[in-house]
């Protein structure tokens, strides 16, 4: 057997961040793939060990720029507790349905990126242009598209406006309708479930052990989801994780495109019992103590472990992203598989590199 | 979801830690994360699992020079984050399933052990 | 495959949804983050703004009364904005024009 | 009477040599348009694909090693020949084999890059090789048993078009122009835009006016391939030029709402389904022993 | 004819981007550039895979120690005339990571930048306009390397 | 005339005997002392044309007891292998050879007369086998014995140039002669050669693939025996000529033509006998190149396409014409999965043999012309490409098309010739795909055949270019190669390569002068086609040869005046890596996962899953094998 071996990235045209993965193939076929990663290693975590806590809420938003929400959502939710602060009914609706939006975000871009490792450039273009609808209503409200810097301690920044909620339920309102066009396509198409189904199989065991997460998971059966514990305002709010028995990529974008409507539910929801009042409370004091917090990203659970020690600066912050757990389900899922299938196996595990290494 | 870190912590012997891990994986819990704090010269490695979103925490304590056993084998998901304490720590495993040598993050070039806090400064 | 001829032909028969950017550009909206302005007359030269920012983009010189942004380390997040005493740092929804290089925002106070 | 038939013969060369870059250049040009537009977006200007080699005649070369560009000079001429050659209505079968060599060329060109993306690039179009010569030699065959003749010429006699009789072989044709235009669901070996595993593919290391000829070759061969489509209609040129023109049309339409399929599917659907229809076909004409000349 | 021989780079500027240290934050801002709100395609701009056909070099996030040599390959790789555009503040300038341990800084100490664009994350409006600008300054680098005596007066 | 002839067939004799005697010094200047010789008298009597020579009485009697001895040598050498290695089959086989000798040998010939006829397409034949034959003589003298210092084997080299010498006699003999006895005769020798030169290594493998090789041919031979005696008994036909006098064969008195096509068959190693050309490349490389792809191979389709007149526009020239195109296509395909080199080509011979006898089987004017045309350019072709095997192999250690990855670095000449050779076997102008045309134009009324020479067509196009890409591929593996100048290598390549080429270019006299007589002759019609000013011009189509050549030279004149502009002024730059390039390890080495650096390499496909060697010949064999025994139960009545 001749083998082949090349190197997959970490500056390659498929992949929207650097991950390199070292392919050995033996005729077409995967034999060995091994990911290197190290590309977009920052040393985040010690960089808030330098800075004030409550500015350390901007760093951990740049973790990543796809759900920065939800990270800048989990560290001020840590700090609160260790600091014990009760916010605002307000402000935790609002924290749901901004992480809610963020979620919608998050899955239609992975969406059009699925589309473009598969070469189905259309696609792409369609679901990233709905993307933009949800952008609009970011940008609407708390003035950025990406990285929206809504969370603090104590609250949130940004309340919402009656035209605000107008805009959301309007916009989503239209997108469902659009966005079952595209999940026709994504789950009905020939040439696409060609790509997706039986691509990239994880039993229900390997995601187990794997420590698999997030859609990844609930691809594979397993219902994880962390937002059934009802933090935030989620305990207010009436859903089921949503799960599906395919275990391959088809099942993970399954779970995506349902996500997406269950978001779209959960906003509903969450604006018809939106409660008035302050959206954050001033905070005093210094935090001292540890936490773990934990959230359910559009990924899967982040973990966030804080160590603070009564002064100003954190003494220990540790993240651990959803990514950084899905990585070693590659090691399962690519052995087996075509050259082909390598982009789209990788997709499924929605790589977001820069969360992994901070 | 918020887990105060008083409770559940069990601290083990670093001989023991594989047992206390494999009884972890008997008991059905699945590996969530792993922390390193640095106190003064030592180093506390935390495991934290996760069933039914019940965390519990194996705890041992090492120094820098230490050879930690790889949990990797019991618990494949973990020899991502063994690896990223070997390069920012400088601490090492063995037994690691996939062994980076150190070259997960790091180059020749870049500062060694970064998150470790030298008193000396 | 039908699914997907169904979306490209409708977008085919209508206005294609691109902004022509540089040719037409739609309004900011209100609450859009583009640059920080500064308003040197009320400044005190507190440093706060300084001290504040997550990403050192601003060094005040209090002895000389300069306020210097780095508009290119600048993460426009509006933390000055918000903590300015004196409210002299307001948030625009105008965009920073690109650059050849990277030009030093450097306020000297006169008073 | 000498220098006037060699007027006419070099007006002629002239015309086969500048008209269809220059149809070829649009027809990219409409191509980019209309995929922009069946997206959603506005797309580039029309004359964007002559834009693009003006500015790659005008980049630096570089390659990989010195011998790259041979290989891309050779593509170029024999596509122009082949086009040439369909063009003066000369022997089908020979035509395809020169077309042969051209297609051979480009593939070991890439090949010889020595990039990891290339080569596999390369080596994926050798299989679509595979699986679109023997479609484009059965359709030679049919006209042949059709017309008695191999020659293009030939056709000009008939007295109904070679759809008539060949439909099945006109939908293999239609399957095997997606792979020639490096259309999804066969744009394995290299296509127009990045994003996909192998980078370019097969052009991974060509650059500049390399790249560029490249490109004014496809324009030859667009017309080549949508010549080969237009003599399903000879009999009534502007039927099939409407027929060439709408075969292309479907080409753009199949790319934006199909994803790329694997090599495995596209040998297994043309070696089964594809080849099954055209030799059926075949066996068609051969039973009812049908001529139309 | 006349109009085709002038501004002939900035007619159909080729883009390989080159992601560093970003959070994609400017990442995915790039990539909306190309879709049909935004459409950079109109310019002629396309994201070719390779450096190699590449005109402009699009960096989003700062240098780090494992990635200057990508960015070095990918930079040496590309034909000249070209031009490098650092998206976002830690293309810039380093941004927030400024001082972080494994961040060397903006990606100007590796590769001559020459077109900045400020904001984290830029609008994509923003990132058109460094392209076009990009565009602007690679005709002119052409133009250089064509007559290379003639200087500039200044 | 007559003298040239004799010597012919002397002259190797006397080399042969020469060599034994001669020591190891001289075998370079004896290999190249018998190539001048036997090219000038092949070439010259190529120039003065056929003729036709009728051996009576004293001469007869001479000749007819020489055949007699040789045979009655044969047959005890038969017997004391077979004994000597344990081989029943063998041993049977022989009995049965022995019993058709007796009986031949105690049927009196009434006539009395044995002749040599030969015609155009002898000579062409000659010409390949005098100047090809004895090119791959010189080459062995450059290669054989690394060969031997490789496999460790003692030097048998007193054993292997006189038997190659004696080969290319016995060709000789085989081509000129008319009396089907003496081709019989002639025939057996090829075989028992074949056999001694397959088991040239001695070890376990050699015997065994030789053995094979023996038996199948043996059954050949018997085929080729019985079928000669009912020849003359039911048509009383013993000569080549006396078939194409008699033309056209009715289906019942058809068996005995069919058994000598098996006999064909066997020697051209069709399908469901292939198995002993494929054993047979564990010989020596030059044996390959001349007994096993350009010459001896030929011998039996050279007796089906001179049996044509008998089966041509037949039904049974139909099935033939089947039965090649199938194995045509069937070994193409089995050659996708091929990694070696050798095995590559030895079912590329087998499919092009397929290829020929389909030609020789759809048996118009234009195929049969295809077919004799394909035997002249396949013998070039495939002996240039074998010896450029041989070669690749002494230069880097292995016969396996993936290391030959880059060869072009390490080797720039040798590789240059083979892809020359490999380009000269798919694309035009060059000979081998001029037949292609010729044979798919032809086969085109048949849907069957030409869907078979379609798609076989289209797999060996893949599979040539992959080898193809991978010579010409940059960057190397790591192989430690020593690209030798020896002369007695490169001059044969040269040679070869130079005639492939100028074959090609010449391609309209070769058709004036060797094909189109032989085939108006063979079909008693013309041939409906002719060769002028480089058209290849057929009432079905017309292949333009010149027009090609001339873009070749556009080609050529480009690359030279774009020089400046494309070629010498590029910057080389290094591979595209994913930007993970190391310069310091090597051009296409990248780092890694753990901080090292890798080296990144591509190899083909080989579609092994699909295109499995095993179930493949196993369908072949069904296939072929039906074909043949339907044949012969009479199903074609
Ligand atoms: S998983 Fe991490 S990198 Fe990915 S989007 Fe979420 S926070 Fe960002
Ligand atoms: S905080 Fe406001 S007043 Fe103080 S220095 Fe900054 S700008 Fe000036
Ligand atoms: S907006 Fe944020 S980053 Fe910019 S100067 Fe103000 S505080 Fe600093
Ligand atoms: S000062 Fe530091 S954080 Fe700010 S932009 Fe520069 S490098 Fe980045
Ligand atoms: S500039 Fe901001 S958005 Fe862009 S990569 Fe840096 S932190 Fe992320
Ligand atoms: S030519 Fe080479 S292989 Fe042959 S005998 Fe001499 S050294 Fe040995
Ligand atoms: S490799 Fe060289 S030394 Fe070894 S046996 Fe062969 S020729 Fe002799
Ligand atoms: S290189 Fe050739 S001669 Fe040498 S051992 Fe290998 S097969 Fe035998």
Redesign the pocket.
Known sequence: MAKTVIPFGPQHPVLPEPLQLKLVLEDDVVVEAIPAIGYVHRGLEKLTELKDYEQSVYIVERVCGICSFMHSMAYTRGIESIMNIQIPQRAEYIRTILAEIARVQSHLLWLGLLADSFGFESLFMETWRYREDILDIMEMITGNRVIISANKVGGVTKDFTDEHIKFILDTINRLEEKIKDVENVFLNNYTVKQRLAGIGILTPEDARELGALGPIAKGSGIPLDLRTTGYSAYKYLDFEPIVDNHCDSYGRTVVRIKEIYQSFQLIRQAISKLPSGEIFIPVKGLPNGEVISRLEQPRGEAIYYIKTNGTKTLSRLKIRTPTFANIPTLLKMLPGSRLQDVPVIVLTIDPCISCTER | MLDRMIDNVTTVEKKNLLEAVNNMKLKGYRFAAMTCVQENDIFELDYHFDLNFEMEHIKIVVNQTDEITSISKIFPAAFLIENEYQDLYGLKFKGLIVDYKGALYLTPNSPKTPMVNNKAE | MANMLNIVLKNFLKKPKTRLYPLKERDSFERTRHKIHFETADCIHCGICQRKCPADAIKVNRAEKIWELNAYRCIICGECVNVCPKKCITMLNKRRDVAENKKYISIKKVD | MITLINLKILIKLLLILILPPVIGCILSGIDRKVTAHLQGRVGPPLLQPLYDVIKLFNKENIVVNKYQNVYVITYFIFVVLSLFMLLMKMDFLMIIFVYTIANTSLIVGGMSTGSPYSRIGSVRETISMLAYEPILLFYIIGMYMLTGSFKISKLAYTNKPLLYYLPLIFIAMLFIMTIKFKKSPFDFSTSHHAHQELVKGMFTEYSGPALAIIEVAHWYEYVFLLGLIFLFWYTSPIIGLILALITFFLEIVIDNICARLSWEWMLKFTWTIIIGLSIANILFIYLYNVKIL | MAGISKNIMSKSPWVVHVNCNSCNGCDIEFLACLTPIYDAERLGIINVGTPKQADILVVTGSANYKNIDVLKNIYNQMPEPKVVVAVGACACTGGVFHSCYNVIGGIDEILPVDVYVPGCCPKPESIIDGLIEASRILEEKRIKIKNPDKGVAI | MEQIVLLLLLIPLIFSIVFIYSNKKLYKPLSFLMFFICSILSIFLAYKGSLSIRLTGQIFKISEGIITLSEILMILYLFKISVKHHKIGIFILTVIQTIITLFTIFTPDKSEILTVGIDKFSLAMLLIINIVGTLIVIFANGYIS?YE??HGIESKQKLFYPIICLFLSAMNGLVVSDSLSMVYFFWEITTITSFILISYNGDDEAYKSGFRALFLNLIGGICFGVGNILLKKMLDIDTLSGIIQHGSISLSLMLPVFLLCIAGFVKSAQMPFQSWLLGAMVAPTPVSALLHSSTMVKAGVYLIVKLSPAYAGTRLGTVIAIYGAFTFFICSAIAVAQRNAKRILAYSTIANLGLIICSAGIGTGVAVSAAIILIIFHAISKALLFLCTGQIEHTI?SRDIEDMTGLIRIAPVLSILTSFGIISMILPPFGVLVTKWMSIEAAGSNPFVASFLVLGSALTTLYYTKWLGSILAYPVTELKAQDKKDFCIFFPLWALGFGVLMTSIFITPIFNNFVSPEVNKLLKKSTDMYIKRGEVVSKLGTFNEAMVFIALGLVVLFVILMRRLMISSANIKSIYMCGENNFAEGENYFRSWNGKYEKAKVSNLYFDNILDEKALTTFGYVVSSSIIIICLLGGLK
Do not use: L, P, R, S
């Open positions: 690394e210092h490789h250690g």
